[in-house]
């Protein structure tokens, strides 16, 4: 498992990322992968994201 420090200016700024990332779907992740495992990588990737927003109290419904 690899750790990443993010840095946001404010909780609006955590709030509206993890909104993004809620509302991005696998369509949107096809149309900017170069090919299927690199479209499902790009995805666990948010997902792994989401999870620490929503550890962090950041979790929209």
Avoid: C, H, W
Avoid at 4 to 18: G, P, Q, R, S, Y
Wanted: charged share 30%; net charge negative.
């Amino acid at each position: 498992m690899i750790e990443i420090k993010l840095e946001l200016l404010n909780e609006d700024e955590a709030e509206a990322l993890a909104q993004f990332l809620k509302r991005t779907t696998l369509t949107d992740v096809s149309e900017k992968a170069k090919n299927e495992s690199e479209k499902y990588t790009m995805f666990d990737a948010i997902f792994g994201a989401q999870r620490s927003l929503a550890n962090a109290g950041y979790n929209p419904r």
